[in-house]
């Protein structure tokens, strides 16, 4: 059985500029076009899209109602610093 991963075709515009560094990363490292591409898009997913990412499941979480109060939170972190709660 075959353990590839799932892909989809994808056609994008890229600055000629661009896709001129991207061949010459490509042919430095005898990797492909679409590694090279791909590469740079998991870095970004894991670094501004993971926030992006990240937020978007956040707001989803407090439109369910998934969320702490802020003012209650400070209150204990105020009971906490006064050395009420253990």
């Known amino acids: 059985m075959s353990t590839s991963k799932a892909t989809e075709s ?3 515009r890229i600055p ?3 896709l001129r560094d991207i061949d010459r990363i490509a042919e430095a ?3 492909s076009r679409s590694y ?3 590469r740079a898009m998991k870095g970004y997913l894991l670094s501004e899209g993971a926030d ?3 937020a978007i499941e956040g707001r989803a ?3 369910a109602g998934e969320h ?3 003012d209650a939170v400070l209150a204990e972190m105020d009971r906490i610093i006064a050395g009420k709660v253990a």
């Open 10 to 12: 994808v056609t994008l």
């Open 16 to 18: 000629s500029e661009v």
């Open 29 to 31: 490292t005898e990797r």
């Open 36 to 38: 090279i591409i791909l």
């Open 52 to 54: 992006v990412l990240a």
């Open 61 to 63: 979480e407090i439109d």
């Open 68 to 70: 702490e109060d802020f």
